[in-house]
Structures are given as C-alpha cells and as structure tokens.
C-alpha cells in the first residue's frame, strides 16, 4: 500500500454567524458570507463583522440607529454600509444585532438597525473595510459576498 500524494482537502471553517465564515487571509481579516437575497447578505455580512470583534452575548436590543446610504452599486454599498457599523461601534459603542430594511438596491439603503450599547473597547479591533478582494455577486443559491477588514 503506497501512501497518497495528493495534498489533504482544506477544512471548511465554521460558521461565526448563520451563512458567515471567516475568511483565511494574510496579516488581514475576512468574511465569506452567503444569503438569498441582497437584503439578508448585507444583515448576515454586519452580524458577521461584530462577531469578529465582539463575543456574541445574551442581550436586549437597546438601541436602534437609522442608516441611510447612497451608492451606485450593490458591492460598493456594502463597504459603505460596514463602514458605518464600525463607525458607529468605535464613536457609540453600537453593537449590531439586526437590521430592517426600507430600501436597498443600487442607488442606497435606508434602514433601522437594532443593537446595544458596549462601553468596552471590542476584543478584536478592526481598522476599516478594505475594497481589496471585494466581490458581492449572484451565487448558485442566491448571493455571495467576500469582504476583507483591515486590522
């Protein structure tokens, strides 16, 4: 019996929140993160986002933000959309739990987003939202976005 030289599959990584994987990257950090529709990508892609800077923690959802964002396409609103969550996060300490959305679509997004207030600092600080490597495209079961974070 000869042993395989064929080199071993790479594991997949777990989920950090439903549909959101952590993406392996050099000196930065990432997220995969699929959903069926736009609406649900940009929530999971946020929900994502805190979980790589905060423990996930049993709380009321005591505060809620309204957000209102122009663009011209879907993959550039998306940096812009977690560039206010981590905004918000570093000004307010505004941790994103949730959001409903009133409009999104290539010209924007208005939305209100539910979180909570954490006064500590998050453990793992996140310095942007880069558009390296950025892709939000239709996938096989409805979307897929790839999202790197400067640490």
Known sequence: MTASSDPPEPETPPEIAPGVRELDHTADLGIVVTAAEPAELFRRAALGMAR????????ERSAKRVVELPSESLDLLLV???????????VDGFVFEDAAFVELG??????TVAGRIEPEAPERQLKGVTYHGLRMEPAADGWQA??????
């Open 52 to 59: 790589l800077m905060r423990e996930e923690t049993e709380s």
């Open 80 to 90: 812009s959309w977690l560039s206010e969550l981590l905004y918000l996060d570093e």
């Open 106 to 111: 290539e010209g924007g997004l208005r939305a």
């Open 146 to 151: 790839r999202v790197i974070f400067d640490i």
